[in-house]
């Protein structure tokens, strides 16, 4: 657990500074809404994490490009997983239903494993290139 949080961590930072990320949510991050509430209740932030895209075009070429990450609509392994919820977990709600709560086409959710950090950053580095 204290891995995935650790890489947790640091992807969330690396996703929050890269260009192509429109916004990531993130407990661990100070501009959470529920950061400080977070900070009081947990020993850690974990390692689920969620960022915007901007589109259903960017959300599948990032997706189609990682390599270490595996694409999965079941989270919580040790390895790097990495899901879009508007086709997969979220798909049945339709595109109303995901609207009214908050999921859009461009939203990628990725549960971050144990691998090496380097690895998961160059991995998501090149996929996003793609965008």
């Keep these: 657990?204290?891995?995935?949080?650790?890489?947790?961590?640091v992807i969330a930072d690396f996703l929050a500074d890269h260009?192509?990320?429109?916004?990531?949510?993130?407990?661990?991050?100070?501009d959470h809404p529920q950061h400080e509430l977070a900070k009081r209740q947990m020993t850690?932030?974990?390692a689920l994490i969620s960022f915007e895209t901007g589109s259903?075009?960017?959300a599948n070429k990032m997706l189609r490009r990682v390599r270490v990450c595996s694409l999965g609509?079941?989270?919580g392994?040790?390895?790097?997983?990495?899901?879009?919820?508007?086709?997969?977990?979220?798909?049945a709600l339709g595109e109303k239903g995901r609207k009214a709560?908050?999921?859009?086409?461009?939203?990628?959710?990725i549960s971050v494993g144990i691998e090496d950090k380097e690895d998961l950053l160059e991995d998501l580095d090149q996929a996003l290139g793609a965008v």
């Design 1 to 9: 657990m204290k891995e995935h949080d650790e890489n947790g961590r």
């Design 19 to 30: 260009k192509k990320v429109r916004k990531v949510f993130y407990p661990g991050l100070s």
């Design 44 to 46: 850690g932030f974990g």
């Design 56 to 58: 259903l075009s960017n």
């Design 73 to 75: 609509e079941s989270l």
């Design 77 to 91: 392994g040790v390895e790097t997983l990495i899901s879009h919820p508007a086709t997969m977990t979220h798909a």
């Design 101 to 109: 709560i908050g999921i859009t086409d461009g939203l990628v959710r």
